[in-house]
Structures are given as C-alpha cells and as structure tokens.
C-alpha cells in the first residue's frame, strides 16, 4: 500500500497521544520524576539555566526511551505483516474494523473494560542517572494505558499493512515525533504550561470526540483501501514523499 500521506498521520497521531487525558494532565508529574527536580525547583525563576540543561537532558533521554520501543513495535508489525503478505486485504479490512471500534471507544460510545485496565511496566525508584531517564520512558511505551492504546494500535494496525519493515520504522519515528517534540517544548516551558493546562482541561472531552473521530476517519480510509486511491491521486501530482 502506497503511503504518501501517512507520515503526517502518524504524526497527528503523536500529538493526540500527548494531548490525550491520560498524558496531558500528567506531564508536570513526569518532568518531576525524570529529572529528580521537585516541582518548587522546576518553577522557580532562579538558577533557569541549571535546570533547564538538566531538563533537556532528561528529557531527550525519555524521549528515546519511549521512541525505541514504538519503532521497534513498528517494524515488528510490519514484519508481520509481510509474512502474512497473502492476507494483506483481509489484514485491511479487519484492521479498518478495529479502528473504527477503537474510535468509538475514545468517544466514549463503546465501553471495554479490558481497555480500561493499564498495563505498566514501572519502577518505584527513578533509576538514576540519563540512562535511567531512558528506562523510565522504555516504561512508559510499555505502559498500554486506556486512551493512548488504541491511537497507537491504530498506526501499529496500518504498520502491519505495509509489507515494508521501512515503512514501519518511519511510521513510528512520526508517531515518536508527534507525540514527543510537544512534550519536550512542554517540558522546558512547565511555568507556561500550568498557566495554559486549565484552560485546555475544560476542553478535554473535545479533545476525546477530536480523537474518535480522527481514528473513525483513518479506520473507514484503510477499510476502503482509500489510502491507496488517495496517494495515487498525490503521487500524480508530485506530492508523495513516502514509498512503502
């Protein structure tokens, strides 16, 4: 399958991850922890350039936590995908089915409980150190919670329809991406972010709609092989930029 549109979705896909509400109302407490600064000392107006050469730091490492595991996911699913070769088109359309199911739930319009369970991988001491930054987001990858499971299985899901361990990788890189550089930007701006957190907070359920309806879309798109139609239609006009 032709995929000159899906590094922007993966991408897309990233940021509702991190916009979602079990990460976005959380970020405060994941600097705090991945840094070992307290929170008094993140907001502090003293010292900022200390603080901030530990933040970025701490950060990027946690980044590449998280960003390792979901490529390595996103080439395991493709993997599978090319060695399932033969079933690509029934792989498709039950892949589009569980989107959308996945869409409805983020909308709150279907209830799974098994979706509603976290399966974390954590510790109760940061290890220390930058490598202990990187663990900690391997953790976090690992940590299948309600509302980011379903947007990343939905890339793994078109990953596995690529037949292209490439293709995969780049998937994932997006998605790493977007869900990634707004967490560092937040990161280093924490005093901006908590003034700003309330005012989105109130939009939160917005947010969840936002995000079922992104995957219904996605969903009926790879259900429909639409994809296909749609990056030929940019790949005549000199679009595309990414090949399976």
Same mark, same amino acid.
Request: charged share 10%.
């Given at each position: ?39 008094? *000392?993140?907001?502090? *107006? ?10 970025? +730091? ?59 369970? *976290?399966? =974390?991988?954590?510790?109760?001491? =940061? ?70 957190? =309330?005012?989105?907070? +109130? ?42």
């Amino acid at each position: 399958m032709d995929q000159n549109i899906s590094l922007f979705i993966a991408f897309g896909a990233g940021f509702l991850s991190f916009i979602a509400p079990c990460v976005l109302p959380l970020l405060p407490s994941y600097v705090s922890y991945i840094t070992g600064l307290s929170f008094q *000392e993140l907001t502090q *107006e003293f010292d900022r350039g200390r603080i901030k050469i530990i933040t970025i +730091k701490h950060s990027l490492l946690f980044i590449a936590g998280f960003s390792t595991i979901f490529i390595l996911l996103g080439a395991s699913a493709s993997f599978a995908g090319k060695i399932l070769h033969d079933y690509q088109n029934v792989i498709r359309k039950a892949g589009g089915i569980l989107i959308i199911l996945f869409g409805l739930y983020i909308m709150g319009l279907l209830r799974w409980s098994f979706l509603s369970r *976290e399966a =974390k991988i954590g510790f109760t001491r =940061k290890p220390s150190g930058l490598w202990g930054s990187y663990l900690v987001g391997n953790a976090f990858a690992m940590g299948w919670t309600a509302c980011v499971g379903p947007i990343l299985g939905t890339i793994l899901l078109y990953a596995s329809t690529t037949g292209s361990v490439g293709s995969g990788i780049k998937l994932l890189t997006a998605y790493s991406l977007g869900l990634g550089l707004p967490l560092f930007i937040t990161s280093l701006a924490i005093n901006s972010f908590l003034v700003h957190f =309330k005012k989105v907070q +109130k939009h939160m359920r917005l947010i969840q709609i936002i995000s079922g309806i992104f995957l219904l879309a996605v969903g009926v798109l790879i259900f429909t092989n639409y994809f296909s139609i749609i990056s030929s239609y940019l790949q005549s006009w000199g679009i595309g930029w990414m090949r399976g």
